[in-house]
């Protein structure tokens, strides 16, 4: 999942990108110039895919994002960033790693050669 923010000259011409190249579900317009995308991809690749290449086209910056996002917003933006987490899920269920538990335990002993230190008061 990706945020692509749009700061010129025309972010109409973008989001009409966007719109193309991401049609339906896989985006959602957040504002103007913000747009949150779901490709599994780079950012170099969505940026590319958007024509995003400085003087001669669009400019701005794509974001990768994380699962983890907080705020207060319209139920909508919720509603497209849980489908758009669910999604993007492997569908094959992740093998599961079972780690012994340790037990071995360190107990420490004066020996030759080796001294104590006790703190003084």
Not at 39 to 68: E, Q
Not at 96 to 108: D, G, V
Request: aromatic share 8%; hydrophobic share 35%; with cysteine.
């Amino acid at each position: 999942m990706f945020a692509v923010h749009i700061s010129g000259p025309s972010p109409e011409t973008a989001m009409q990108r966007i719109e193309k190249k991401y049609p339906g579900t896989q985006h959602y317009k957040a504002s103007e110039r913000l747009c949150l995308v779901r490709a599994d991809a780079i950012a170099r690749s969505v940026a590319d895919a958007l024509g995003m290449y400085g003087p001669d086209g669009s400019t701005g910056v794509v974001f990768k994002l994380n699962a983890a996002y907080a705020g207060f917003e319209n139920p909508a933006i919720w509603e497209w960033l849980q489908l758009a987490d669910t999604s993007q899920r492997p569908t094959r269920p992740r093998e599961r790693i079972r780690l012994r538990p340790r037990t071995a335990s360190f107990r420490a002993t004066p020996s030759a050669g080796v001294s104590t230190m006790r703190g003084s008061s």
